[in-house]
């Protein structure tokens, strides 16, 4: 658990510097920080998503996985879990600054869905090898700056889910190296690709992607890559 605790503290001081740099920022400053990030999540996911195996099962995968997650109303129950979380910090005004349920559910799924995060865990659950998770670490702290900038302490709260998360990939990790093939992990990540992707479109305000909602995807990629390949 050592590369997600080192993960999670990243994540609570890059956050917390981005809420305290952004709150200096002008409003056109903010607006263009969000920009930013929108375009540079749009790039991280087209880059996971040119990773596929086979994109028909990463688009079989999003469907089921859709069809799920509004079954399930992943994205309701996390904006509620965020808006919860605001309410708590709502008397001391800095932490419930910016948009906060916002940055809480990008953060955290930009945080969560890339190979990164599987693979690292995995590392660190079999071999006590947090390396990739402290590389890890390094980027998000940075990233987590920037998006608090943008929407504020939601993004330091973020660290939950990545805790949740990461903690929860590394102490299955045993079972999941005996199962992820190198193909299934591919169709995993560009998965996780199209996600981001719709998360970018929905901080560019072009549409409102319900990006949480995709969030089974991740798991019936690898199954549905394994289908296909014993076909």
Do not use: W, Y
């Amino acid at each position: 658990m050592t590369g997600t605790l080192v993960n999670t503290g990243a994540v609570i001081v890059g956050g917390t510097l981005g809420s305290l740099l952004g709150a200096r920022f002008p409003r056109n400053i903010q607006r263009t920080v969000m920009q930013v990030i929108g375009i540079f999540t749009l790039a991280m996911g087209v880059r996971m998503f040119l990773e596929a195996g086979s994109v028909l099962v990463v688009l079989g995968a999003l469907i089921a996985g859709g069809i799920t997650g509004e079954l399930l109303a992943l994205e309701s129950r996390l904006e509620s879990l965020g808006e919860r979380l605001k309410k708590r910090c709502g008397r001391v005004p800095f932490l419930a600054r910016g948009d906060f349920t916002r940055g809480f559910v990008t953060a955290g799924l930009v945080f969560c869905v890339g190979p990164m995060t599987v693979v690292g865990s995995m590392q660190d659950g079999l071999r006590g090898d947090p390396s990739l998770l402290v590389v890890k670490s390094v980027l998000d702290l940075f990233a987590g700056m920037a998006f608090a900038a943008g929407m504020g302490m939601g993004v330091t709260f973020a660290a939950i889910i990545v805790l949740l998360v990461q903690g929860g990939l590394t102490l299955g990790a045993a079972t999941l190296a005996g199962v992820l093939s190198g193909s299934m992990t591919a169709d995993m990540t560009a998965t996780g690709g199209v996600i981001l992707l719709g998360l970018g479109l929905s901080l560019l305000d072009i549409s409102k992607v319900r990006a949480a909602n995709m969030l089974p995807g991740l798991l019936f990629a690898p199954a549905l890559s394994a289908l296909a390949a014993a076909l």
